[in-house]
């Protein structure tokens, strides 16, 4: 496991968020309200942020200072945005990658594994929208 940031983090309660990629409109409101709810009460949200929707999850979490963990699909990238190095400097930021740095691309097996490895390391799971017969309504076990 490769880690940059705060890997305490990983010791406090977490809620992850998962959400398909495709996923009906209603949906999109009611994660950003979770995510500000989220903020508000400062709960740690690990999550994969890596479709759209997780991304503006990420973009509300961010604006507040409640630890964050990003797990990613692939091995640890080299180059961040600046408002994701703000909050490692911040030490409320981990980002977290289960595979070698040779792992360039995120793919289907990838993102499968590192939400499974989400769910295992989060204490509650919220999950967004599950499509029917979908990745995480066929493979990932809660």
Not at 61 to 86: C, D, H, T, Y
Not at 108 to 129: G, H, P, S
Request: aromatic share 8%; charged share 25%.
């Amino acid at each position: 496991m490769n880690y940059l940031g705060n890997k305490d983090l990983l010791k406090k309660h977490k809620i992850a968020f998962l959400c398909s990629r495709r996923y009906p409109p209603d949906v999109v409101l009611k994660a950003y309200d979770w995510a500000i709810e989220q903020r508000e009460k400062g709960n740690c949200v690990i999550s994969g942020f890596h479709s759209q929707i997780e991304k503006d999850v990420l973009h509300f979490l961010l604006k507040g200072k409640q630890p964050v963990i990003m797990v990613l699909a692939r091995g640890m990238q080299k180059r961040f945005k600046r408002e994701l190095i703000q909050a490692v400097k911040e030490n409320r930021l981990s980002i977290v990658s289960p595979f070698k740095q040779t792992v360039m691309r995120a793919t289907e097996k990838t993102a499968m594994i590192r939400n499974q490895l989400m769910v295992e390391l989060a204490d509650e799971v919220f999950i967004a929208y599950a499509a029917p017969d979908g990745n995480l309504d066929t493979h990932i076990r809660v």
